[in-house]
């Protein structure tokens, strides 16, 4: 089943690290959200055989909707498309837009999943952040969700920030854990193009941290989170079991989805496009019933291939039997010598369905990548 993806991009603040298209003006809010809609029925014919089993709200900050706004946008996916019954229905929420009233108000929407934007426990990190929200706030928010029914819950935390240590990294994992979430995604600080903190470090302000502490710092993730009973089943993504994140799972076993929103991307038949990353452009184009698409292209065997191999072994690792069947290729013949390679060096473990990546082959993922196939 195909997946859908709608990008709601205002924010409070924009913090310095970030590289989502993201606005804090809000002017053009009602405006862009009957565009959505709009764009959100430009697809109906050309997607009706298709059925959905995951709707992801992402962002910017999509909590900062209202409940009447999300009803309206629920009516249009809902009379526009086949949507199972069971379809996870995740929202993006920063700690500190949702207190247990909106909470409460929220269980009453379809959403069933709720993915809080953390980064840390520590208020001096949340500041040079630059979010929102404190380290007493992030527990709050997620306390709130629990009481108001919501059980499946992730937390996005960060690594790697210039001048953390080890100590403060684990005692952030500790608070993470110990919140019990169904789910945590911990990812390293990267200093994207064009952000404040990619600036700052031009400046010479802040450093990368030692890439050695950072090594140090995933191989402590992998290992607490396992512990804690914690399967990780993506290089940053970890979850109890059965609740991996069914619309991720679609961008890394290649499975189809639709985007609505400015920035959003696509993936239908052989077609990836992405939208554009200006919201005033946006809705001119939606509302003058053309698509929104900044660029289009076609993803011919080569790239579906590489894309298979790369975003498999990134993940749940590669089923010979579906690679066979998306590609006509054979995985174990085709590949014998890197497959080899992985398996002596204990990069990666196998069996007679599948490969995928060891704890020791995610911590070196992007080198096996490129090196070996
Ligand atoms: S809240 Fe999220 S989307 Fe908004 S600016 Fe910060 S990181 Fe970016």
Redesign the pocket.
Known sequence: MAGIYLHIPF?????I??D?Y?ITNHSKKAEFLNSIKKEIQFYTKQLADRKFDSIFFG???PSLLSYDEFTAIFDELYKSYNISDDTEITI?A?PGTLDLEKLEVFKKLPINRISF?VQSFIDSELQFLT??HSAKQAKESILAAKAAGFENINLDMIFALPGQTMDSWKYNLDEAIKLGTKHISAYSLIFEKGTMLYSMRDKGQVQNADIELEQEMYEYTMQQLSDAGYRQYEISNYTKPGYECRHNLKYWTLEEYISFGPSASSYIGNKRWTNIKNIGRYIELVDSGKPAHDFIETIDKDTSVTEHIMLGLRSVGINFEDFRKKHNIDFESAYTAPIETLITNGYAVKDAQSISLTRKGYAVCDEIVATLF
């Not at 924010?11 to 913090?15: S, Y």
Request: proline content about 0%.
């Open positions: 924010c409070d603040t924009k913090c690290y970030c989502f993201s962002g910017g900050t993006e920063n934007g979010r929102i």
